[in-house]
């Protein structure tokens, strides 16, 4: 029954930032993880290498198709040499512009580029933080090959350039929301797209546990506070996922009923009714208080 | 402390969260779906009624998302709410496509911007004029300083030991080249540039010192040049040679160093920002002057590709020079005055051109 990672701590290794919207409700977005940020750009690296490999197949088919070869064959180069460049720098420009901050990659991970203040994502900040990208990615990978074929005068440029780059490569490793420069120069960030599920609630009492004759005073629910409420809906949702151990939910439901001083053979003989009916008896007194604004967090906090 | 409890809360019923969830759920579902639908395609593929339930459903949600935080103690309802306000958030604010409208902005907003930098600006033609002199200096007192700062492939056969006239046929050849090969030459000068320009504004960030160097580099040849071609007595007719497309193009070199060192002066000199927040301001900025300049490298290109080869006459050169600082001079005034066009509605409207927090764009929520 022991999940290792139960989601309290799944919570706490994820990023998270805090925007407000003008409807004065915080937001909290999850940052995209480094490794789904890396995939992101892989897949789109190689739609890149694929588009201009189907470029090239298509500017022959065209020129060969319209017998320009001989004659125009330098408007192919041209074309070619403009249409690299394009693909390079407006790839990602292009999709982020048009497909709500997500490129191929980025929608294939769930990833999305919003701005840091809250704003809509405008077009300068997509410039921006694209332009950057060449010195990130492009370049370092271009210079390489540069500096060790060439062997020219501008080799040295070349190793300059790349030691200039190797600050941008390594930026993220040493920015503590390993943001790269581009996000940092545009003033955006990447997000993983919020998924909203919404699962059975808990405290909605089944037949069988509504039947059953269990009921609590005001000072049994005055002993657990919120984190002991949210233990055991985490526990209530592993039943669910037939996860839970018969004997496990015994234990725990004697404990709970030492704790409170529960006397009934509930505990014993039915212990997921008893659990179920105890977590809707404690939200239920947990969330009374909280309306007069006492919050209990657990056990050890004196109300 | 058992004060406020109702007696009734002993007995097993449901809490109140469950009740507030039973009344709500329909509205978040019916929101859940457009919202999807936003995500999949766009804002604009709803059709009416649903984009008039958009906004009223969003702000029922962070309605209740700001009720159940408060006082909901089932977390996954919580976490439930948060990411379909956050969705919606996103659906609504998170982007716009451009429309033409931005884009004619964008195209006016340039040159103010690079008013706004010219402190910036003149740092990069400082450097460059530099190039320029040390580079003069050095190949009038020793022709062998000109291999330093002109590479082979540059130079092409115009070096201190060329004879006058065939550095004067590199001026005036109409090289007898078809279309084909002249747009060859156009788009690979035209891609070289650009790629230039833009590093000097990506790698500016690092206190503009790249910035600087490659100005200066770039100043050392055309240095290197201008004093060959001067010793020779061809001044006049180089710069013939050089200016029409140079003039955009220089300017866009300078440019993109200006763009850089915008950068730079945001990370050394932030001011009362933080350095992150002085970058982002620079980066926007500088993005937009880059933007202006790499049109302007296309253009440069097209010119230094086609109009160079066909063109030779001395006179008509420098008028096309002078037509190239007019349309740039244009597109400036161009600018100012729908500067000030915006300014006059600004103050006629009490209100902002540019998108603030405070205004919604479904309307409404200010």
């Known amino acids: 029954m022991r999940r290792k990672p139960s989601y309290q701590s799944e919570e706490s290794k994820q990023r998270t930032v805090s925007i407000l919207p003008p409807e004065g409700v915080p937001l909290q977005f999850v940052l995209a993880p480094v490794s789904s940020r890396f995939s992101a750009l892989a897949f789109d690296l190689l739609l890149i290498t694929i588009s201009m490999y189907l470029m090239v197949f298509v500017l022959i088919a065209i020129f060969v198709a319209g017998g320009l070869l001989k004659s125009g064959g330098g408007y192919a180069l041209s074309f070619w040499i403009i249409g690299i460049f394009l693909i390079r720098q407006c790839y990602f420009f292009f999709f982020e512009m048009i497909w709500q901050g997500s490129t191929p990659g980025k929608r294939l991970l769930g990833l999305r580029v919003i701005a840091r203040d809250g704003r809509p994502l405008g077009l300068q900040g997509l410039i921006a933080r694209n332009l950057m990208r060449d010195i990130e990615v492009f370049i370092p990978l271009g210079l390489f090959s540069q500096a060790f074929q060439m062997g020219n005068e501008s080799a040295w440029l070349s190793w300059m350039a790349m030691g200039w780059c190797l600050i941008a490569l390594t930026f993220p490793f040493f920015h503590p929301q390993s943001m790269r420069i581009g996000d940092i120069v545009g003033g955006t960030f990447v997000i993983v797209i919020p998924k909203a599920e919404l699962e059975v609630d808990k405290a909605r009492q089944t037949t069988l546990a509504r039947k059953a004759q269990i009921s609590f005073t005001p000072e049994q629910l005055a002993i657990y506070g919120e984190y002991e409420l949210e233990t055991l809906a985490q526990i209530l949702r592993k039943v669910d996922e037939d996860k839970a151990d018969a004997d496990d939910l015994r234990i725990i439901a004697r404990t709970i009923a030492d704790k409170i001083r529960y006397e009934g053979h509930e505990p014993l003989s039915t212990p997921l009714v008893f659990l179920q009916i105890f977590y809707a008896a404690q939200r239920k007194a947990l969330e009374q208080k909280l309306i007069w604004g006492q919050r209990k967090a657990n056990k050890h906090q004196r109300s | ?366």
């Open chain 2, 1 to 366: 402390m058992d004060t406020n409890q109702s007696p009734t809360s002993s007995a097993p019923s449901a809490p109140r969260s469950v009740q507030f969830r039973k009344e709500r759920e329909a509205s978040w579902r019916e929101l859940e779906d457009i919202v999807q639908r936003v995500q999949n395609k766009s804002l604009s593929s709803l059709d009416d009624r649903d984009l008039q339930r958009l906004p009223l459903l969003y702000r029922e949600a962070m309605n209740s998302l700001s009720v159940a935080r408060a006082t909901a103690l089932d977390r996954l309802l919580v976490r439930y709410l948060e990411a379909l306000c956050a969705q919606s958030y996103l659906a609504i604010y998170g982007a716009r496509r451009p429309s033409r409208r931005m884009l004619w902005a964008l195209f006016v907003a340039v040159p103010s911007e690079i008013r706004k930098a010219s402190r910036e600006l003149l740092l990069a033609i400082l450097f460059f004029a530099a190039g320029i002199a040390v580079a003069w200096s050095l190949v009038d007192r020793d022709p062998q300083w000109f291999h330093v700062f002109v590479s082979p492939q540059m130079a092409a056969g115009r070096t201190p030991w060329a004879t006058t006239e065939s550095l004067q046929n590199t001026l005036y050849e109409s090289r007898q080249k078809s279309g084909d090969a002249l747009s060859v030459f156009a788009s690979f000068l035209f891609t070289n540039n650009a790629r230039v320009g833009l590093l000097a504004f990506s790698l500016g960030f690092l206190l503009g010192i790249p910035a600087a160097i490659l100005l200066f580099y770039n100043g050392l040849v055309v240095g290197g040049f201008l004093s060959l071609f001067a010793s020779r007595g061809l001044l006049i007719p180089f710069l013939g040679w050089l200016l029409p497309h140079g003039v955009p193009e220089i300017f866009a070199v300078l440019l993109c160093g200006g763009a850089g060192f915008l950068m730079g002066r945001a990370l050394l000199l932030p001011g009362p920002l933080l350095r992150t927040e002085a970058l982002r301001n620079a980066g926007l900025r500088a993005s937009l002057i880059v933007t202006g300049a790499i049109f302007l490298f296309a253009y440069a290109a097209l010119f230094e590709g086609f109009f160079r080869q066909l063109i030779v006459d001395d006179v008509l050169r420098f008028l096309v020079a002078l037509l190239q600082c007019l349309l740039l001079l244009w597109w400036f005034y161009l600018s100012q005055k729908q500067e000030q066009k915006d300014l006059a509605a600004e103050n006629f409207e009490q209100e902002p051109q540019t998108w603030s927090l405070q205004a919604s764009p479904l309307g409404g929520g200010k």
